[in-house]
């Protein structure tokens, strides 16, 4: 009886090439795919997300943008009191990254083929968060973190439903997500640290 020695009970050595049945080798098959439908631009025909979903999706998140930057830049020109210049940076550095989240938002919006929605009629009726304007800088302070909290709960759904069906705009929503998340911590620092 032959016993295998210990070098032989390891497993075979495993081919590094992919063996995915869905994987396309016919690079000539590839081409002619992609050359019928030229006319859908960064849209390939395995975009694997409801693209129209998508698109309102963004546009109700351009919205939510555009409103969160006309709310911090309220609050940046109205805000005043003691502690209200370290306040008004913060406003400030805020309504510009927000403003930045509504480019790349526009931006992706148009590649997937759609049209962004900037008509000022209804902004806020598509925006997920609510422009509140405020009387005191705790007010201010306190609708910006209701305002990012909204945006991170909306955000979050988002990346969800889109899943790996777009992972472009999946990625693109985790790092406004991201960002975010960091403007609610600075909302509730500033927050914290004001009197009552």
Request: net charge negative; charged share 35%.
């Amino acid at each position: 009886m032959h016993r295998p020695d210990k070098a032989s009970n390891k497993s075979p050595a495993k081919d590094s090439t992919p063996h995915d049945s869905k994987f396309i080798s016919d690079i000539k098959t590839l081409r002619e795919r992609v050359r019928a439908h030229i006319d859908e631009g960064a849209v390939t025909p395995n975009y694997g997300a409801d693209r129209e979903r998508v698109i309102k999706l963004l546009n109700e998140a351009l919205a939510t943008e555009i409103v969160c930057v006309l709310r911090y830049k309220r609050h940046y020109f109205m805000a005043q009191g003691i502690a209200s210049d370290a306040v008004k940076a913060e406003f400030l550095e805020h309504a510009g990254e927000e403003q930045e989240h509504a480019d790349e938002i526009a931006e992706r919006i148009c590649q997937l083929g759609g049209e962004p929605n900037l008509d000022p009629d209804g902004m806020t009726s598509r925006s997920h968060s609510e422009y509140v304007e405020g009387d005191s800088l705790r007010d201010m302070i306190r609708e910006d973190l209701i305002a990012e909290r909204i945006a991170i709960e909306s955000y979050r759904e988002m990346i969800n439903f889109v899943g790996d069906g777009d992972s472009t705009t999946r990625r693109m929503l985790e790092q406004i997500l991201a960002v975010e998340e960091e403007h609610a911590e600075d909302m509730n620092s500033l927050l914290q640290g004001m009197p009552n």
